[in-house]
């Protein structure tokens, strides 16, 4: 009896033993069914982005489904959709006169358009013919040489949609170029550009002969200065060429970015000085002959940092004038234009002005610790600045675009601890604070100054929603209620028309699909548009993720993240877990609403995983101050704990996830503290892959090292100014590695160098530590056309030491090879 339960014991102990050692196999065909371009014909459109008419409130939109493509027109007034043509019929007759075969189901149109009478609508469609280019008459004029020039004949179309009428326009004057170097005044009467480091401008008479041809040497162009150098110029440097590119191009046109006054007489730009910046490189190694890249780059505790002149030009007095707005050491200069992103209408061309009117323009000048932001007005009419609104911090201020009314300002601030809007006086003089409470007022949508009324986005105001969760509100500047725009426990995106009268909310959430309806200003629905169309998804499989809240390492603060598990879960297996990090401060790596970009998620997760992303103390600038600011002075370890602490509460929720098992992954910000947390926490974080990682932020760039960590500013006896900087590094607990990781940078990354990876790749070498190392040849920070490849080197790695899959994967990536165009 008792030899008989003593095997009994050994055998549930073999047994037991067996399970929580069992490997399991990394399932690469669940993941690969789930790729870029396997999604790309598996999800279409999943928002409607308007297209406002500009005589009413009218606007139109094309939408995708698992169907094809149609076009739509939508009435708020009269609460009607309609489609804007038949597309058999419209294909039918494009067919005959092309006589290209097309159908409804797949009809492509290009650069759609309303034109002036908003009966017509304006598309063009590539045909297969080819045809001499349209220009080559001119071209063979100036060059007997040149040879023929061929290309795709290109059909443009007017529709008459009352008529439902379609006419080829044969004579259509070719659209002009939108040449990157040209800043075009407002009346279209001047452009400007830089030459040889130099200011320049021309008329629209010489600018079109430009469109047509660049180098016709009859073009008169009008130089405004002389004193342009290589790094003290007056346009763009063309960062991102290399040596040879920047010699190659040295006699082009290049961009001034200029803002114009409303009557394109005057004009004001800054100026940097970066002559005395150090130097950077980066190696090109794929060329014939490999080719080096410099360019400026000041990093964070230098004493070479650029400066910043501003400047003013008058076209009356022949004039430019550098303007004495000095405030602080190494401050930065930013002018305000009106430029800011729009909703999406049939312009052709709106033009850059400075913000303000034509005797004045606002700017701003901030000190280089960040601690310090006023809000300047240049007055044109006393040639002087006057400081209008300052704001101070102890650690860093943020700050949007002012809005700036006939009489009033609008300002945001977050100096109660909260971002929220004031309105002031054009004197400065505070006349109230228009929102105010626990939550997070994030920009401005409209301003219908006729109503007065300020329309704005916001999050956490919503309670028992995610703090993250966008809404639309409206609130009077004269004070009183906010409203409430567009309620639902979604995250909401709203595009509203220039009239501020209708509004189109598109909102989800990461486990919903996608709705859009059109609402009028008082948030009351006026139609359903549309309902995104998941149904391949769904049949491929797909699952959503599930969002959970959490508790930060001090047990108070809420934290938010979302699980993504395999599509084939199997709730009596244990998982290994994958955080996909990224620290912030200016973000958080959690989507909040559907999203169809799985890689870094939901496809690393049908290898075998259970993948996380999740917030950290000093991770989101949507909450509170203390929130955001919460990494001050310690941007190495400041989220870590918490990342930590989301894993053990899951744990303990949750059988299936194996707490022995922690994998982390981040790009970027993301590579730095995937790195970071198997220093810091060598026995809890068992493999990463960090990729493009500035483990070293003595070598990021100033302004965001600078500002989210922290520089000191020091002034002696004498008034001199010096900064401070003082960082911990990645390199500095090399030792402390016990897992296993995986570096991987681009070998041109031009924003976070690759010194980053190869700083760390030298402590661990000097600290005797086994590590993996993938360089990506010439890719920049975002790895480019091989993303794909990263992604399965990384999907490996996890499935080996995370899975314990120590059967080699095949040489040939057959997953990818097989999502690979035909003629590659």
Request: aromatic share 12%.
């Amino acid at each position: 009896m008792k030899q008989t339960l003593l095997a009994i014991a050994l055998l549930l102990i073999f047994q037991n033993g067996f399970t929580q050692d069992k490997t399991y196999s990394g399932n690469y065909e669940l993941a690969a069914r789930f790729s870029p371009e396997k999604m790309k014909k598996m999800v279409f459109s999943t928002r409607v982005d308007p297209h406002w008419l500009k005589k009413s409130d009218r606007f139109w939109y094309e939408y995708e489904t698992s169907d094809g493509k149609n076009w739509y027109i939508v009435d708020p007034v009269r609460k009607t959709k309609s489609q804007l043509f038949d597309t058999d019929k419209l294909a039918m007759e494009i067919t005959k006169i092309t006589k290209d075969p097309v159908d409804g189901q797949h009809l492509k149109l290009d650069d759609l358009k309303f034109l002036e009478d908003e009966n017509t609508i304006k598309f063009k469609v590539k045909g297969t013919e080819e045809v001499l280019k349209r220009d080559w008459a001119e071209i063979k004029e100036k060059d007997q040489s040149a040879k023929d020039s061929m290309e795709k004949k290109t059909f443009v179309f007017h529709y008459d949609i009352s008529r439902q009428q379609l006419t080829e326009i044969t004579d259509a004057p070719k659209d002009p170029e939108r040449l990157s170097w040209a800043n075009i005044a407002p009346d279209s009467s001047k452009v400007l550009f830089a030459k040889h480091h130099n200011l320049y401008w021309m008329d629209k008479e010489n600018f079109l002969k430009a469109v047509k041809d660049e180098k016709d040497s009859t073009i008169v162009e009008h130089q405004l200065t002389e004193d342009g150098e290589e790094n003290f110029e007056y346009g763009y440097s063309g960062r991102g060429d290399d040596n040879v590119e920047t010699e190659k191009n040295k006699d082009k046109r290049k961009r001034v970015g200029a803002y114009w006054s409303t009557d394109s007489r005057q004009f004001v730009m800054t100026r940097t000085d970066s002559r005395k910046v150090k130097d950077l490189w980066v190696i090109h190694s794929t060329k014939k002959r490999p080719t080096l890249e410099t360019y400026k780059y000041a990093m964070p505790g230098e004493k070479e940092q650029p400066i910043t002149y501003l400047l003013h030009y008058s076209f009356d007095s022949e004039e430019l004038s550098n303007l004495p707005v000095a405030t602080f050491k190494d401050q930065s200069l930013n002018i305000f234009n009106t430029s800011a992103a729009e909703n999406t209408r049939d312009d052709d061309f709106r033009p850059v002005t400075w913000l303000g009117d034509l005797d004045e323009f606002y700017f701003s000048v901030t000190s280089r610790d960040l601690k310090r932001i006023d809000l300047l007005r240049w007055n044109l009419t006393t040639n002087e600045k006057q400081v209008v609104i300052e704001e101070r911090s102890n650690t860093y201020v943020e700050m949007l675009k002012p809005e700036i009314l006939a009489d009033e300002i609008i300002w945001w601030s977050e100096r109660d601890g909260w971002g929220h809007f004031y309105l002031y006086g054009k004197d400065g003089t505070l006349k109230r604070q228009l929102t105010s409470g626990a939550f997070h007022s994030d920009r401005v949508a409209r301003v219908d100054e006729k109503s007065r009324r300020l329309y704005f986005v916001a999050n956490g105001k919503e309670k028992g929603e995610d703090p993250y969760y966008e809404h639309l509100y409206s609130v009077s500047l004269d004070g009183g209620a906010i409203s409430l725009l567009n309620s639902g426990d979604f995250n909401h995106s709203a595009e509203i028309n220039d009239a501020a009268t209708f509004f189109v909310d598109n909102y989800s959430r990461v486990n919903t699909v996608p709705v859009a309806v059109l609402k009028d200003k008082s948030g009351n629905k006026v139609m359903d548009l549309e309902t995104a169309d998941l149904s391949q998804l769904f049949a491929a499989g797909y699952q959503f993720p599930e969002p959970f809240q959490f508790k930060a390492d001090d047990g108070i603060t809420d934290l938010y993240g979302v699980m993504y598990k395999p599509y084939d879960f199997d709730s009596t297996r244990k998982y290994p877990i994958i955080e996909y990090v990224y620290p912030g401060p200016q973000t958080e790596a959690v989507d909040k609403a559907f999203s169809a970009r799985l890689d870094r998620t939901d496809r690393l997760a049908q290898f075998g995983f259970i993948v996380v992303t999740l917030g950290n103390r000093g991770g989101h600038p949507g909450r509170s101050k203390w929130y955001h600011n919460y990494g001050y002075g310690d941007l190495r370890d400041y989220g870590l704990a918490d990342k930590k602490a989301a894993v053990e509460q899951l744990a303990d929720r949750h059988d299936f996830i194996d707490k022995s098992k922690v994998g982390i992954h981040g790009h970027s910000g993301g590579g730095f503290m995937s790195t970071a947390a198997m220093l810091v926490y060598p026995d809890f974080f068992k493999v990463a892959v960090s990729s493009a990682g500035n483990h070293d932020n003595s070598v990021y760039n100033r302004w965001w090292s600078e500002k989210h960590h922290g520089v000191k500013e020091q002034i002696n006896a004498k008034g001199d100014t010096t900064f401070i900087y003082q960082i911990d590094k990645n390199q500095d607990l090399a030792e402390n590695l016990k897992g296993r990781l995986m570096l991987s940078h681009g070998s041109t990354d031009n924003n976070v160098h690759p010194a980053n990876t190869l700083r760390m790749a030298n402590a661990l070498i000097k600290a005797g530590k086994r590590f993996d190392l993938v360089v990506l040849p010439d890719q920049r920070h975002g790895y480019g056309d091989m993303t794909e490849y990263f992604f399965w080197r990384m999907g490996d790695y996890f499935v080996q030491h995370l899975l314990g899959d120590n059967t080699p994967p095949p040489v040939d990536m057959v997953e990818m090879q097989r999502d690979k165009p035909k003629d590659d």
